[in-house]
């Protein structure tokens, strides 16, 4: 069987709504994959996105379509790879330069950074995600080997003891980490946004970094969104809130961060479509890659 080849195996579980989204981030990961210019390379997405995940992207790629007048989609695919790219380095900085060795996913989906990339001696990896969904992933990526000593933790990010069953995995409080929320927050309503950012702060140690995506709140609302915004609310996977000042957010939460839109400096990579809307301009829709470190205790 090669790297492309999707295993026979069987998903028994059915995965609910928000879980089925990241088999359409593995399709997007795999056309990514297959392109001349690619800004990685992710020879296990093709085998865990499925038939079910190339269906979802088909659904996507029939919404966000480029045009030429003012009310074009964005561009999915490319917001995508800009954001899978924008994380690998930024995680191979943390640990490379910053001496990291504690890595959470949160949550993991179907990501194969523990997989596809290399990272130093001792670096664990954290997956926490929903159980149907880790236990699909291990059957498919059963015979690969990952490059960071990977731990799952089966567990709901909204649910009371993720924070037990993560150091029941090997956690470690007292050490920095690194925690990526990739594709989550605006799945969430606004008080469980801050209730889980506020929750990882209060289990991580002085050193500790985040990063993560989210839109602002004219993302939520503007006409030309409509389209794709339909598609997810259809799946059971709406979209929930918004932050226009996400260094604010975090701020509240106990990090001092910095947020770049696509397009900017250190996160375009050559590929994003789009004019870059400066902060100032009101009603523009607008995606922020947040990146910072656990506020020193004033």
């Known amino acids: 069987m090669t790297m492309h080849e999707t295993p026979t195996v069987t998903d028994a579980v059915p995965l609910g709504p928000l879980e089925r989204t990241a088999l359409l981030t593995a399709a997007l990961r795999a056309a990514e994959t297959s392109r001349p210019d690619r800004l990685y390379t992710d020879p296990y997405a093709a085998g865990l996105a499925g038939a079910a995940g190339w269906a979802l992207l088909a659904e996507i790629a029939a919404v966000t379509g480029r045009r030429t007048d003012e009310s074009d989609v964005p561009s999915t695919p490319d917001f995508n790879a800009i954001r899978t790219r924008f994380l690998d380095d930024h995680l191979r900085r943390l640990t490379r330069e910053a001496g990291i060795r504690q890595i959470v996913m949160a949550p993991a989906g179907l990501d194969t950074r523990a997989w596809r990339l290399r990272w130093p001696a001792g670096t664990r990896w954290f997956e926490i995600d929903q ?62 946004v801050r209730r889980l950012l506020t929750r990882i702060a209060a289990c991580s140690a002085p050193g500790s970094r985040i990063a993560a995506d989210l839109v602002n709140t004219a993302a939520l609302t503007l006409p030309e969104m409509e389209p794709l915004l339909s598609v997810f609310e259809g799946w059971g996977a709406p979209w929930m809130s918004g932050c226009d000042v996400p260094e604010r957010l975090f701020d509240q939460c106990g990090y001092m961060v ?4 696509p397009g900017e400096p250190g996160a375009d990579f ?11 301009a009101r009603g523009a829709r607008r995606v922020f890659f947040v990146h910072g470190s656990l506020r020193v205790p004033r």
């Open 131 to 192: 159980p149907a969904l880790l236990a699909r992933k291990r059957r498919r990526m059963a015979e690969s080997r990952p490059s960071a000593d990977l731990r799952t933790v089966p567990a709901d990010l909204t649910g009371l003891d993720w924070e037990t069953r993560l150091q029941e995995s090997g956690y470690d409080p007292a050490r920095p980490s690194v925690w990526v929320l990739e594709g989550l927050l605006y799945y969430l309503p606004p008080d469980e």
């Open 258 to 261: 910095k947020a770049v839109q």
């Open 270 to 280: 050559g590929r994003w479509p789009d004019p870059v809307p400066p902060r100032s």
